[in-house]
């Protein structure tokens, strides 16, 4: 008896009607694609598909995504999240500093991460003030009534981390004690002093609008910046009074008073974790290692986690790893990203955000460019579109985006993209209006085709300026792509977000000197092609 063979199945071979179909079909499908070679607008469109695909497709699945704003405490927090889900055996990802309040619980209710820590007066006064939950009284129903409206948004409460972080007016004591000022109240006597608010309590309606109602203060010189600068201007004698956030580690540093809120105005604000409320199905072994952090930190410990940060050098991955270290019993392992690492891996992100955006508004503005110079008055409104576009500030555009394409590097990439259009339409329009009619005329007299006359004489004698328009968008685009820091993008921007954040001028420098090489890199680069690419008699000198 012979030994059995192990059964191969082959594939079947093609009948020759199969081999004569795809002949048939793979013909159209080759036309197809060199026309869409052909349109630039097409190309344009597909190198902005396939980046904001790339984006999308940056993490697994099976991935938990924790985010975090853009101060200490929160992306300490989402470390410490991040930790416990790794330390269950599961992959996870913290998306860290993605931007402000709305942006980050927004980003929640879409899905783009799985977890955060919110606080509960930013709940209830600011993300769902028109539930009314401020008018309830007894807190275990507030508390009931919050989860239930948070479930509306497919989110779970998950419960206290055990600390508050409430908000507090301080002033240095000296300054304080100079003008006997101990409550909020006592401000009423000083309408010439100087406050700074974050940027986001200027409007909120647990921040400045509400404070100056309650306690009818009179001051005028009142502005919104970033957090830790207000510190700064405290200390620097540029501002007299800050709203601080009572786990600061600059509160001891800097020995201010803490004003009495003597009208009860602030409410609390209990850390509390939000998830997804389908991880309970997706990863419920995730949801349940977050939940390790109920009651894990207390007030006097976060503010020392928060001093590890801010002044004595940690990273917030290593104060989360020693707060688990010691209070959980669990090592994780923390990065040790050197000063090369971090510049070769934000040169990588920043040129990306570059390159994909400069090379599609190359594709589309030019052949817009054309178009506004050959059809004049369509030409206006194109101009006047692209100019528009132009004068949205930056930040706002970057906003505008999050809920088409989601946070991260989608948004910043059209953003970018809309921003470097102006230049180079208005170039490209300017380059072949610009060309004297005699050259024109003569073009046509010896018989040329408008298609022949636009690639061998208008688009020659149009490209100096042309060029000029993509220098100027490629620079532009290099200052603005630090932006994207802000919606979680990365690049040259993260460290400087992050340096601001510390108060430390090495962490800014590494992101805003390697960027101005960047930008003096390409301005170099665009003038040795314009060199190598402007006919000789094109050449100014």
Not at 404 to 416: K, N, Q
Request: proline share 5%; aromatic share 6%.
């Amino acid at each position: 008896m012979s030994a059995a063979t192990p059964s191969v199945t082959a594939d079947p071979p093609t009948p020759k009607g199969s081999r004569r179909a795809c002949s048939e079909l793979r013909q159209p499908l080759a036309q197809a694609w060199r026309r869409t070679l052909a349109s630039p607008w097409r190309v344009g469109l597909l190198l902005v598909l396939a980046a904001l695909a790339l984006a999308g497709c940056s993490g697994s699945d099976r991935e938990v995504l924790i985010g975090s704003k853009k101060f200490t405490e929160s992306v300490i927090l989402g470390e410490v999240l991040a930790g416990l889900v790794a330390d269950a055996g599961l992959p996870a990802r913290h998306r860290q500093a993605l931007g402000g309040t709305r942006i980050v619980y927004n980003a929640l209710v879409s899905g783009e991460i799985d977890a955060y820590v919110e606080y509960s007066g930013t709940l209830i006064h600011e993300l769902l003030r028109d539930a009314g939950l401020d008018r309830v009284q007894d807190p275990a129903e507030r508390r009931r009534l919050l989860g239930e409206r948070l479930r509306r948004d497919g989110i779970l409460l998950g419960g206290a981390i055990g600390f508050q972080n409430n908000y507090a007016l301080g002033m240095t004591k000296p300054r304080a004690a100079e003008l006997g000022i101990k409550r909020i109240s006592d401000l009423r006597r000083y309408p010439d002093l100087r406050l700074r608010f974050p940027n986001e309590s200027m409007e909120r309606k647990d921040g400045w609008p509400a404070l100056k109602a309650a306690y009818a203060l009179p001051q005028q010189n009142v502005r919104g910046v970033e957090h830790a600068l207000a510190y700064r201007a405290l200390a620097a004698g540029s501002a007299d009074v800050t709203a601080l956030y009572t786990t600061d580690a600059e509160i001891a540093y800097y020995d201010l008073a803490i004003l009495a809120d003597d009208q009860g105005f602030f409410p609390s604000y209990d850390a509390l974790l939000l998830a997804r409320a389908d991880l309970a199905q997706r990863a419920p072994r995730a949801l349940k290692a977050m939940r390790r952090s109920i009651g894990l930190i207390d007030g006097e410990r976060m503010t020392a986690l928060n001093a590890a940060v801010q002044l004595d050098g940690a990273s917030e991955q290593e104060a989360a790893a020693d707060l688990l270290a010691q209070a959980r019993g669990i090592v994780i392992a923390t990065d040790a990203e050197g000063l090369p690492a971090r510049l070769a891996k934000n040169t990588a992100v920043h040129a990306l955000l570059v390159g994909v955006s400069l090379s599609a508004a190359v594709l589309v503005a030019v052949p817009l460019g054309i178009l506004a110079a050959h059809r004049r008055r369509l030409g206006q409104a194109v101009l006047a579109a692209v100019g528009i576009a132009q004068t949205i500030p930056a930040l706002a555009l970057l906003v505008f985006m999050i809920p088409v394409f989601g946070i991260g590097t989608g948004s910043a990439l059209v953003a970018l993209f809309l921003y470097s259009l102006l230049p180079i339409v208005r170039n490209t329009h300017a380059g072949i209006t610009g060309i004297a009619p005699a050259l024109k005329e003569a073009a046509e007299a010896i018989g040329l085709p408008p298609r022949a006359r636009l690639w061998r004489i208008e688009l020659p004698l149009a490209l100096p300026m042309i060029l000029a328009g993509i220098k100027t968008a490629a620079v532009i685009n290099v200052g603005a792509a630090t932006l994207g820091a802000l919606i979680g993008a990365g690049g040259y921007g993260q460290p400087i977000l992050t340096g601001i954040r510390l108060d430390d001028t090495a962490l800014i420098l590494e992101g805003a000197v390697p960027a101005a090489l960047f930008a003096l890199g390409v301005q170099w680069g665009f003038e040795r092609a314009e060199r190598a690419v402007v006919p000789r008699g094109l050449k100014s000198g």
